[in-house]
Nanobody, 113 residues
Framework: QVQLVESGGGLVQPGGSLRLSCAAS????????MGWYRQAPGKQRELVAY???????RYADSVKGRFTISRDNAKNTVYLQMNSLKPEDTAVYYC???????WGQGTQVTVSS
């Protein structure tokens, strides 16, 4: 059974940075794509960033140039570096391993002065 555990959320001022981590267990991490989604209050969950086993990435237009997804296969961990944060980035952020339909519990990111 695949388990995903996110960490690193919190409260940050506009223009600040946060790094989210998602540790995976229960499978061979390196061969599967990973993704970060977010869900703001009253809105649908949306894809933020995606990385495949070859480290190819894609991003939502709203975060291009500000967020970076990366993975460390030795640590079974995927990261989301978030810079130049805006109030509209406020949401619960979830990591996912699409091949298994697995989701983490989510971590709250709040961008506010």
């Amino acid at each position: 059974q695949v388990q995903l555990v996110e960490s690193g959320g919190g409260l940050v001022q506009p223009g600040g940075s946060l790094r989210l981590s998602c540790a995976a267990s229960g499978t061979i991490f390196s061969i599967y794509a990973m993704g970060w989604y977010r869900q703001a209050p009253g809105k649908q969950r949306e894809l933020v960033a995606y990385i495949n086993s070859d480290h190819n990435t894609r991003y939502a237009d709203s975060v291009k140039g500000r967020f970076t997804i990366s993975r460390d296969n030795a640590k079974n961990t995927v990261y989301l570096q978030m810079n130049s944060l805006k109030p509209e980035d406020t949401a619960v952020y979830y990591c996912t391993m699409p091949a298994f339909g697995s989701w983490g519990q989510g971590t709250q990111v709040t961008v506010s002065s």
